[in-house]
């Protein structure tokens, strides 16, 4: 079963930092690009960064640009997001989510195909 686990959400105070993982089982992300989206209380999800599956490519949302880094590292199947200099307006659900893809960088949250459950990240003093 292909699934994504996403973890190290949890309370930060302004200016902290976070490290979000999204573990895969069931398939390796070696060929999958991945993306980071997030939800917050009666707001649509947006992207906020995503990496592509072959050259490490990526695409960071303006708001996250120069805060916010996407990585990856296929050894341990999994996809991270460091995140520092948090503001309260970064407080969503964040998820991570996978499509298949040889190269290049997908954006539009539509074109992936496997979501995780998502993990509350909460910026406040």
């Known amino acids: 079963q292909l699934q994504l686990v996403e973890s190290g959400g949890g309370l930060v105070q302004p200016g902290g930092s976070l490290r979000l993982s999204c573990a895969a089982s069931?398939?390796?992300?070696?060929?999958?690009?991945i993306g980071w989206f997030r939800q917050a209380p009666g707001k649509e999800r947006e992207g906020v960064s995503c990496?592509?599956?072959?050259?490490?490519?990526?695409y960071y949302t303006d708001s996250v640009k120069g805060r916010f880094t996407i990585s990856r590292d296929n050894a341990k199947n999994t996809v991270y997001l460091q995140m520092n200099s948090l503001k309260p307006e970064d407080t969503a659900v964040y998820y991570c989510?996978?499509?298949?893809?040889?190269?290049?960088?997908?954006?539009?949250?539509?074109?992936?195909?496997?979501w995780g459950q998502g993990t509350q990240v909460t910026v406040s003093s």
């Open positions: 990496i592509s599956s072959n050259d490490g490519s990526t």
């Open positions: 989510a996978a499509t298949q893809e040889d190269y290049g960088l997908v954006v539009d949250q539509y074109d992936y195909d496997y």
């Open positions: 069931g398939f390796t992300l070696d060929y999958y690009a």
